[in-house]
């Protein structure tokens, strides 16, 4: 009768702490779906935003688009950057509660969307602005070949249908002019995310980088090294054989 009477207990707990483990589940469930509505309801305008501003400013090179799609990426990373709200995608996370693969995959991704931008604010403007500033360079930079500038398709083009070596050369290092202009932003810019990197418990922004991209840096070396051993002597063979073609 005791033992029986044990049973009967252990199985009344057992329901009880699954109906709340349940109880849990959807109130949890709820929030997030919830949340997810705000979220998207926050960013896709702004999203939408950015993108026609980015379009204007690397098709047209204008000052204004730039700008416009400086701070509208920057308003983006602050809505990811909100402390609050990175701590409940965390807890949540953390509570093993939202069991809908859809759901969990959304969670995932947002977690690491804020991970990433969990940064002081006046250090996360810098960053943005910066690069910004180097695209910009990048876009509207023009190298000059005998005095004259060129663009970039143009330069293609010459890479692409020139035979004559010390043109194509002259193509090629025109390509190259742009690096002196944009090295000392782009020196800095590697600095400012390492620094972010490190605030968020990470060595560098590489590593940071391949975490919130669920990449595994030791599989990722593997993969890279298996991809030189497969590739290296046949690489080797079909240069050695258009050297003697690209500089006749």
Request: aromatic residues 8%.
């Amino acid at each position: 009768m005791i033992e029986s009477y044990k049973t009967m207990v252990l199985l009344l707990a057992a329901m009880m702490t699954f109906g709340c483990t349940r109880q849990t589940e959807q109130i949890n469930t709820k929030t997030f779906n919830t949340f997810i509505a705000g979220h998207l309801e926050k960013v896709e305008p702004l999203r939408r935003e950015a993108a026609l501003a980015y379009w204007e400013a690397t098709t047209k090179g204008n000052e204004e688009a730039y700008d416009r799609s400086s701070e509208l990426e920057l308003k983006i990373r602050e809505v990811y950057s909100n402390p609050d709200e990175f701590t409940f995608l965390r807890d949540l996370g953390e509570s093993g509660s939202i069991s809908d693969s859809l759901l969990a995959r959304q969670l995932q991704i947002l977690y690491n969307a804020y991970l990433v931008n969990q940064i002081e604010p006046s250090l996360l403007k810098q960053i943005v602005e910066l690069s910004t500033e180097i695209e910009k360079k990048f876009n509207t930079f023009r190298g000059t070949i005998s005095g004259q500038k060129v663009t970039t398709n143009e330069i293609k083009e010459i890479l692409k249908k020139e035979i004559a070596s010390d043109k194509r050369k002259q193509a090629w290092l025109a390509d190259k002019q742009v690096g002196p202009v944009v090295s000392d932003d782009l020196i800095r810019l590697v600095k400012l995310r390492n620094q972010a990197a490190r605030s968020v418990g990470f060595e560098s922004f590489h590593t940071l980088t391949l975490a919130t991209s669920e990449l595994d840096v030791k599989e990722l070396d593997e993969i890279f090294n298996e991809l030189y051993k497969l590739t290296n002597k046949p690489f080797s063979r079909v240069k050695g054989e258009l050297d003697p073609v690209i500089s006749g």
